[in-house]
Structure formats: C-alpha cells, structure tokens
C-alpha cells in the first residue's frame, strides 16, 4: 500500500520569499510522483511531475521539485513566491504497477502568500 | 485550453435521495476517474472507468454507488442513497491514451447532504 504525508497544512509567506511544501510518501513499489496545485473555485492543476530520469523536476509557475528515493521525499520548491501562488498544493504519488492508475493524495498544503 | 466540467458546483440533498453527478471529459480522453475529498480530510480515489467498464474501484465504491457514460460524452457518478457521510467535494478526471500518466481534473461538486 502506499500513503503521502504533507507535514505542513498550511505555510504562510511574505512575497518574494523562498518556500518549500514538504511532500514524503511510503510504498513497497516504486512510484511516479506529482504536484497539483488547486487554485479557489478550480479544479486541480498539474504542477510538476516524477517519471524518471534527472531527480529535479520543474513544473508551471517557476515551481521545481526535488526527487530523493533514500528519503522517500518529493518536496517543492520557489525560490521567490508572489500574491497569485496563493492556493492548496497537493502531493500525490501513483504505484509503477500495469493494473493500476489511481492517484493517492496527501492531505494538502494551503499555501497563503502576504504582501 | 480544454478543460473538464463538472456539474453542479454545488448540491444540496436530503439523506436517502439519489445524486447524479456530471462530468464533461475533455474530448479525446478515453478514461476517466472520480475521486473524493471529505472536507479537511485526503482526496480519495473512489473509481477508474475505461471501455465502458469499471477498471478499478476503492472498497469506498460499494453498492451505493455506480458510473456510466449515458451518452458517450456525459461521464456520470450515481450515488442511489445518500449518506451524510457522502457529504464532500467529488472530482472528475481524465487522461488521454498518449499521456497516461497526466489526468486532468474538474473544478469539483460539492455535495452536501443533510
């Protein structure tokens, strides 16, 4: 089975300051790991997203996203966040199995950006 | 850009009526999703449709529950007796055969039911 942690419900920020969202995850196969971002009264969004290949990752939105297997991590990045990255940022991970492809969700970040 | 639709945005129901929620998957996805999210908690998979036919379900899609695409575009969540516990936002999703691993989501339903 496998299950996503986002230790942080909510991170609040001054505009133009770096963040991170912490994202870990736990699962007995390997994974594809994702972002999605949900913006007020929207669906959610792709940000970002872990197939294979270079561990670093970068999304829409000048988000990037660093992939660390030892740690079971998959945290997100800005280096400098503005007003309109206000919204909830949800990590999600997908089991590298044929007969699934069912999305497991943590439990969202809400990200609140102050001017 | 295409995008997924949901309607309704929101839904009001007593306990026991039966819900239909609709979704609009952009044109050429071929398999679709609902997922769920009781308020403060994890979005949850509840089902993945393919072919006309279930391809996987969560023990939280039990009998109460049923998809179908009526019209071959409209993509539809039934939930014949509501429970309060059915109360949450539902989210549509597709994907299209060449991107697997991207689904695209609606804005949502909220359902609430008293």
């Known amino acids: 089975a496998q299950s996503v942690t986002q230790l942080d419900s909510q991170v609040p920020v001054f505009e133009e300051a770096p963040v991170e969202l912490r994202c870990n995850y736990s699962?007995?196969?390997?994974?594809?790991l994702f972002w999605y971002v949900q913006y007020p009264n929207q669906g959610l969004q792709l940000l970002l997203k872990?197939?294979?290949?270079?561990?670093l990752v970068k999304g829409i939105n000048g988000f990037e996203a660093e992939f660390n297997k030892s740690q079971t991590s998959f945290h997100l990045r800005k280096p400098s966040v503005h007003i309109s990255d206000t919204a909830e940022y949800f990590c999600?991970?997908?089991?590298?199995?044929?007969?699934?492809?069912?999305?497991?969700f943590g439990t969202g970040t809400r990200l609140q950006v102050f001017p | 850009e295409p995008e997924v639709t949901q309607t309704p945005s929101h839904q009001v129901t007593q306990m026991g009526q039966e819900v239909i929620l609709r979704c609009v998957p952009i044109?050429?996805?071929?398999?679709f999703y609902w997922y769920r999210q009781i308020l403060g908690q994890k979005v949850e998979f509840l089902v993945s449709?393919?072919?006309?036919?279930?391809?996987?379900k969560s023990e939280i899609f039990d009998d109460q529950f049923s998809v179908e695409r009526p019209d071959g575009s409209n993509f539809t969540l039934k939930i014949r007796s509501t429970k309060l516990e059915d109360s949450a936002m539902y989210f549509c999703a597709t994907h299209k055969l060449s991107d697997q691993e991207t689904q695209y989501f609606g804005p949502g339903t909220r359902l609430l039911v008293l």
């Open positions: 872990y197939l294979s290949g270079s561990t």
């Open positions: 044109s050429n996805h071929l398999y």
């Open positions: 699962s007995s196969v390997s994974v594809y």
């Open positions: 449709f393919y072919n006309n036919e279930i391809s996987e």
């Open positions: 999600a991970v997908r089991p590298r199995l044929y007969n699934t492809d069912k999305l497991i």
